[in-house]
């Protein structure tokens, strides 16, 4: 299947520079981490999208905060493999591992 690509970002969120230049690359990672940290109704052009997990993570890791992000996922054009796994950590984050694929 194909991999999107876009504007990368580093690890503070800015864009990507090499060499003066901005950085196109894979960024099917990217885009599942925004899906993740957006707030629903925080896109003025789809207020439906985001999972809103960084205010989620002091909650319950149930069935609906996993399906919540599964149909997030699949919305945004991609599949999932195995089922998503959510764990939190000793330190309160939470750990979430997905094995999901862009489909045309």
Do not use: C, W
């Not at 580093?10 to 899906?35: A, F, T």
């Not at 996922?73 to 997905?98: C, H, M, Q």
Request: glycine share 12%; no cysteine; net charge negative.
């Amino acid at each position: 299947m194909a991999q999107a690509t876009d504007l990368l970002l580093d690890e503070d969120g800015d864009l990507m520079l090499k060499e003066g230049n901005l950085v196109i690359g894979y960024s099917d990672g990217q885009h599942i981490q925004h899906l993740f940290e957006i707030e629903p109704g925080e896109l003025k052009e789809n207020v439906l999208v985001g999972v809103g997990l960084i205010k989620k993570q002091h909650g319950p890791l149930d069935g609906g905060l996993r399906r919540e992000a599964s149909l997030q996922l699949e919305a945004d054009g991609y599949r999932l493999n195995t089922p998503l796994v959510l764990e939190k950590n000793s330190n309160g984050t939470i750990k979430i591992s997905i094995d999901a694929q862009r489909i045309d």
